[in-house]
């Protein structure tokens, strides 16, 4: 059965947490796979995730299944937390699914029974999941210009030339802030722009929001996908709490529909828990019930509320104190895109040959394509990757 199989091809990003792990060298710093470390180079549990755990161990009676939507004050805190105070929590439906990835299939799968020949296009680059995610749907993808190799930031004039050819059939995957990998994010003129075409072409807009929190705050980076979900009659959104809960390995995320009426987005919901029974059956419990439990609790939100603006500011100061130790040593402007970016990426712009040699010659692990995690720098680490990126350069 098996021995017809081709060797499979290493992941792009996981394999590069293996061969760190490998590497035998003291001087080390691991800045592929997309996780939030402290300055101590971990990744913490947030204390409003112990204490919420304390609640539920306190009060949970029992392991039976949640359901085929998961929990359902879970779905109901996340739509609040993107869309309350739209007129499309009036005309919203969600279910809990194993993360954002786990979203991001059913979505697919649902755009795939509700209309087989709907075309997804998702921005070059893009994460590195989401084609593969959305052919394994049976969609076909296409990509529309969007991060700019001269400037590392949005070219906004080739994405909007290239959306305008997006018709009724179409879905548009946007990022709804912190942009995976290259860290550039469009700004609200161009998500009123975005809005405005979709309106008048017909296709409808799917937003990706894994990193809410971590841009320039919980309510900013929504601010986008609220305007749009004010406007367009239909819409698909995932989300995610591994990052700004920390609950990367408990797979907690949902996935949105937001749709003409309720009546549309109830037959969705329906159909998605009927993929889902064939599929995963149901989502995991324990990170949705800790997020719920934090949501629905004043003190637990405050504390929460107040972590993750901590690690979004220190987010912002890793950048700044690379920038001025890449300024320092380099003598010119030329990597001052990296304080510019949002979130966790940024696209150095460096070749596979230079991300190689970083990770032969210095021990500093990146993704092939040039990107770097940020928040896995410590800032011990600061002068040590500067000096590195110099000297490739």
């Not at 296409?142 to 959306?163: C, G, I, P």
């Amino acid at each position: 059965m098996f021995s017809h199989l081709p060797t499979p091809a290493l992941d792009p990003i996981l394999s590069l947490t293996v061969a760190y792990r490998q590497d035998p060298r003291q001087e080390k710093v691991d800045l592929g796979i997309g996780v939030y470390k402290n300055s101590a180079g971990e990744t913490p549990v947030m204390q409003a995730i112990k204490e919420a755990q304390d609640v539920v161990i306190a009060n949970q009676t029992t392991k039976s299944y949640v359901g085929l939507a998961g929990c359902e004050e879970f779905n109901q805190s996340m739509v609040d937390l993107l869309l309350k105070g739209t007129s499309a929590m009036d005309r919203v439906a969600a279910i809990q699914t194993p993360g954002a990835s786990g979203a991001l299939r059913m979505l697919g799968d649902l755009m795939k029974v509700a209309q087989p020949n709907t075309r997804v296009w998702i921005s070059n680059p893009s994460y590195v999941n989401h084609k593969p995610v959305m052919e394994a749907a049976g969609l076909e993808v296409k990509f529309y210009r969007y991060f700019s190799a001269d400037t590392k930031q949005v070219n906004v004039e080739q994405m909007m030339e290239d959306l305008s050819h997006a018709g009724k059939d179409d879905v548009v995957l946007l990022h709804g802030c912190c942009h995976n990998p290259t860290g550039a994010d469009i700004d609200f003129s161009a998500w009123k722009a975005i809005t405005e075409l979709a309106t008048k072409q017909g296709f409808t807009p799917f937003v990706d929001i894994a990193y809410q929190g971590f841009g320039d705050g919980l309510e900013e980076d929504a601010l986008g996908l609220q305007h749009m979900a004010n406007n367009v009659e239909e819409m698909l959104i995932t989300t995610s709490c591994s990052k700004n809960f920390g609950l990367y390995r408990e797979r907690t995320g949902a996935a949105i529909v937001v749709g003409k009426s309720q009546k549309d987005v109830g037959n969705a919901k329906g159909k998605l828990m009927t993929l889902a029974r064939s599929t995963y059956t149901m989502p995991p419990d324990h990170g949705a019930a800790l997020v719920k439990t934090i949501l629905q609790n004043e003190t637990l939100t405050k504390t929460w509320r107040a972590e993750l603006s901590e690690m979004q500011q220190r987010l912002v100061s890793l950048r700044a104190s690379l920038c001025q130790e890449l300024r320092n040593i380099h003598g010119s402007s030329q990597f001052d895109f990296i304080e510019h970016h949002k979130g966790m990426f940024t696209m150095l712009g460096y070749s596979p040959e230079q991300m190689a040699r970083l990770r032969e010659e210095f021990g500093i692990y990146g993704v092939g394509d040039g990107r770097i995690n940020i928040a896995g720098l410590t800032e011990k680490d600061i002068s040590y990757v500067a000096d590195a990126i110099v000297k490739v350069n």
